[in-house]
């Protein structure tokens, strides 16, 4: 048998409608880095942030540059003399031969320990105040076969007084201390009272009276000119 021919006769299609809207498809793969775009335009500043915490302490520096010792400056002005110390201080006891002083008079110290300034007068048995100010006296009195009274005397006013009421043959001792305050002139000394004499003396034991100044009333200052 021969070939068949078809012969197709082309008919032209007229358009249609459009069709719904369809499903949206899968995302695609990345596609290729695009080129670099041009530097755009400064931003403005931004505004301040929180004060940082303090830095590590850095490391030394190194030595500065020495430099020259200045001149020798101008001499001062001349200073004030200074105050010449004002000294007084006594301290006197009682000889053997003193023992129970009579009532009523001065204690005769005739035994010296010191009177450098001679302001302890040993034949009145007074001391005589020749700087104003305030003046420390003591006196320890060994005290035996009777008792004893006794008092600091100040111009003739009995200023301190104190007692032993000891008999027989045992020792004892009565002291005391006060701070007074006197003026030029006065005159200090130490008396028993009322026949209670019983300070003594010996090779080994003592009866003391003593004194010092402890700080005067003025304190001049001299100038040089």
Not at 152 to 160: D, E, Y
């Amino acid at each position: 048998k021969g070939p068949i021919i078809v012969l197709l006769h082309y008919f032209p299609y007229l358009a249609g409608d459009f069709g719904s809207k369809g499903e949206r498809g899968e995302i695609g793969s990345q596609g290729v880095k695009g080129d670099s775009g041009v530097k755009g335009e400064p931003g403005q500043n931004g505004t301040a942030g929180e004060k940082g915490e303090p830095g590590k302490e850095g490391p030394a520096g190194p030595p500065g540059v020495a430099v020259e010792i200045g001149p020798k400056g101008d001499k001062g002005d001349k200073g004030e003399c200074g105050v010449p110390q004002k000294r007084s201080a006594f301290s006197v006891g009682i000889s053997p031969r003193k023992s129970f002083p009579p009532s009523g008079f001065p204690i005769r110290f005739d035994k010296v320990f010191y009177n450098e300034e001679n302001h302890f007068n040993v034949t009145s048995s007074s001391f005589t105040c020749i700087h104003a100010g305030v003046y420390v006296f003591s006196f320890h009195i060994t005290v035996r076969n009777q008792p004893l009274r006794a008092t600091l005397v100040v111009n003739g006013s009995r200023r301190v007084r104190t007692r032993d009421s000891l008999y027989g043959q045992d020792i004892d001792q009565a002291s005391t201390l006060v701070v007074l305050r006197l003026a030029v002139g006065d005159q200090v000394w130490m008396e028993t009272l009322r026949d209670w004499n019983g300070a003594y003396a010996s090779n080994d034991d003592d009866s003391i009276f003593s004194g010092f100044l402890l700080y005067s009333d003025t304190m001049p200052i001299f100038t040089i000119n």
